[in-house]
């Protein structure tokens, strides 16, 4: 069955890094635009980092500039997501996922355009 599979979360302290990885299982990654999200304990999922197909076109929120980079490799099928300077409102479950359709740059991290979803990987930021 088509699934995306991520994995490298974990417990870091704050000013730590950590790198995710979403690996496409009889699921073409190359196809899809790509996103990174969030869902932190009580709250709505968002999304913390956007890929186009060819990675040409990526988008942040605010709250990851400048600390959460995303980049994919179509031939290993897999999209990561480098996280640095974590800080404590960081942790929560990140999820990967897929989407076929065109969107603005703007809506790129939508969660409602996005069609398929891994199970996500925990990411907890403690001392």
């Known amino acids: 069955q088509p699934k995306l599979v991520e994995s490298g979360g974990g417990l870091v302290q704050p000013g730590g890094s950590l790198r995710l990885s979403c690996v496409g299982s009889?699921?073409?990654?190359?196809?899809?635009?790509i996103g990174w999200f969030r869902q932190a304990p009580g709250k709505g999922r968002e999304g913390v980092a956007c890929i186009s197909r060819n990675g040409g076109s990526i988008k942040y929120p605010d709250s990851a500039k400048g600390r959460f980079y995303i980049w994919r490799n179509n031939t290993g099928n897999t999209v990561y997501l480098q996280m640095n300077i974590l800080k404590s409102e960081d942790t929560g479950v990140y999820y990967c996922?897929?989407?076929?359709?065109?969107?603005?740059?703007?809506?790129?991290?939508?969660?409602?355009?996005?069609?398929?979803w891994g199970q996500g990987t925990q990411v907890t930021v403690s001392s």
């Open positions: 009889e699921f073409t990654l190359e196809s899809y635009s």
């Open positions: 996922a897929a989407r076929g359709r065109m969107t603005l740059v703007q809506d790129m991290c939508n969660e409602q355009l996005y069609e398929f």
